[in-house]
């Protein structure tokens, strides 16, 4: 089962939260290089947990870019899906 799989369509939910597990902060620190995957773990080492649109903000790349490489990341075990947050009332 692929991670897209658990939310039943193919796009990311726009309040879907991730963040670096210590396998990804790990390979960041051994030298991702510089491809939009390195860009997506950068940004969440630096901003902690954050949702597509925080990541493509802090690293430059498209939504697109990052809900395509988002998914690569949480399956190599490099990110974590934490959760889609509940709007607050």
Not at 63 to 84: D, F, H, W
């Amino acid at each position: 089962m692929g991670f897209l799989d658990r939310f039943g369509k193919k796009s990311i939910p726009a309040n879907a939260t991730f963040r670096t597990t210590q396998i990804g902060t790990a390979k960041l620190q051994d030298g991702f290089g510089g491809d939009a995957k390195s860009q997506i773990l950068c940004a969440l080492e630096a901003q902690g947990s954050s949702t597509v649109a925080e990541i493509s903000a802090a690293s430059g790349l498209s939504r697109s870019q990052v809900e395509k490489n988002i998914a690569a990341l949480v399956e190599g075990g490099y990110v974590q899906y934490v959760s889609a947050q509940t709007p607050e009332m």
